[in-house]
Each structure stands twice: as structure tokens, then as C-alpha cells.
T-cell receptor, first 116, second 115 residues
Framework: EAGVTQFPSHSVIEKGQTVTLRCDPI?????LYWYRRVMGKEIKFLLH????????ESGMPNNRFLAERTGGTYSTLKVQPAELEDSGVYFC??????????????FGEGSRLTVL | AQSVTQLDSQVPVFEEAPVELRCNYS??????LFWYVQYPNQGLQLLLK??????LVESINGFEAEFNKSQTSFHLRKPSVHISDTAEYFC?????????????FGTGTLLAVQP
């Protein structure tokens, strides 16, 4: 069974450009999360989808960030225009709502974004 | 709201020595507690978790953590580390609020095992 996959693994862009990160969750997982880690700091929650609906987007930094999950399968996170402080590793995670609340999230390897 | 503190950003240790990675949390509600591990060039993986019951939980590779409610701690320990344990370890909490599974992470502790 394929795990959570993220693309690209690394992106280097200049300030002001646009970048779109993609996450494919584990098949059948209705919950999808985006997290971000800025160098040396904690992994911070960005938002949570249940199927195609945004359940919680309290962690989104500002309106330069747009997340979508059309059809409730894969998700994209667009940063437009990118700023220097957006650099970091963006993690995607997924889990299935059914059954007991186990607390386990399944993470992808992350997309490293470098804004110059 | 919850928060997690991992005071040690890096812990160097010799192979076969014991290690303890510290984690303290703050929460106004009951929580679930987790340790995730990130090996080099890999994603985060669940190492162990405390949901309820016995306060001492163990992983399959010899790590254990004890939930201490009075001290609001969930320290991770291993009596004898291996080179292969070199990784970054993240403590995390989630509130007992339905099944949202939203995790709050600490800043991570890099465990560097030296021969």
C-alpha cells in the first residue's frame, strides 16, 4: 500500500514567485493535514481537511496561502506570492476517521521550500 | 490550547549508553501524547503513544515513555541506544476532542548516537 506522497521534494524559487505543493494521501483516508516546519522550530499545524471540506484552517499564516482538496482526494497548497519567511518543510499527513481515535497520523516525507 | 516543550534541541550519546529525551506539555484539557521520529530523508513515523490505561508505553524497538500527569511530562527513554536510533524525535499532544487528530508538536530533539 502506498504511503502519503508529496511533490516536489524540494523547490527553490525567488521571492514573489508562485509555488504549488501537492499531497496524495493514503487511499481511503478522509482526513488530510498540512503542517510546516521552519528551520529549528516546531512543526506547526496549518490546516485540516475532512474529505473536500476545510475542517480547521486556523494555522494558515495569511491569505497568500491557498489550500484545496477538490474531490476529496489529493490536496494542493499554493503560496502566491512567496516571501522569504515561507521557507521551510511542508508536511502532509492523512488518517481515517472510522474506528477508534488512535491519534496516529501518517506523514509524507515533506516538501522543502526555499525562497530566495 | 495546548503546547509542548522539548528543552533539548540536540542530545549526543555514545552507542549502548542510556538516553532520555525530555518532553513537557501544557493543556487545560486531557490530552493524548505521542512521540514521532524522523529518520534521515524520511517522513515522520509514530514511535509510541499514550491514549489511556497504563502510563508506561513501549515501542517495538526498545523505547519507552511514561505519562506523568502531575509533572505534565512524557519523557522518552531507552536503556541502550544503537547507531540506527540516530534521528530527530518529536513529542506531540492532541486534545480529547472528537476524532480530529490535530497534533501540536514540540521543536524536536536530535538524537546523535556516536560509536
Amino acid at each position: 500500500e502506498a504511503g502519503v506522497t508529496q511533490f516536489p521534494s524540494h523547490s527553490v524559487i525567488e521571492k514573489g514567485q508562485t509555488v504549488t505543493l501537492r499531497c496524495d494521501p493514503i487511499s481511503g483516508h478522509d482526513n488530510l493535514y498540512w503542517y510546516r516546519r521552519v528551520m529549528g522550530k516546531e512543526i506547526k499545524f496549518l490546516l485540516h481537511f475532512v474529505k473536500e471540506s476545510k475542517q480547521d484552517e486556523s494555522g494558515m499564516p495569511n491569505n497568500r496561502f491557498l489550500a484545496e482538496r477538490t474531490g476529496g482526494t489529493y490536496s494542493t497548497l499554493k503560496v502566491q506570492p512567496a516571501e522569504l519567511e515561507d521557507s521551510g518543510v511542508y508536511f502532509c499527513a492523512s488518517t481515517f476517521s472510522g474506528g477508534a481515535h488512535t491519534g496516529e497520523l501518517f506523514f509524507g516525507e515533506g516538501s522543502r521550500l526555499t525562497v530566495l | 490550547a495546548q503546547s509542548v516543550t522539548q528543552l533539548d534541541s540536540q542530545v549526543p550519546v555514545f552507542e549502548e549508553a542510556p538516553v532520555e529525551l525530555r518532553c513537557n506539555y501544557s493543556s487545560s484539557v486531557s490530552v493524548y501524547l505521542f512521540w514521532y521520529v524522523q529518520y534521515p530523508n524520511q517522513g515522520l513515523q509514530l514511535l509510541l503513544k499514550y491514549l489511556s490505561g497504563s502510563t508506561l508505553v513501549e515501542s517495538i524497538n526498545g523505547f519507552e515513555a511514561e505519562f506523568n500527569k502531575s509533572q505534565t511530562s512524557f519523557h522518552l527513554r531507552k536503556p541502550s541506544v544503537h547507531i540506527s536510533d540516530t534521528a530527530e524525535y518529536f513529542c506531540a499532544v492532541s486534545g480529547l476532542r472528537g476524532a480530529t487528530n490535530k497534533l501540536i508538536f514540540g521543536t524536536g530533539t536530535l538524537l546523535a548516537v556516536q560509536p
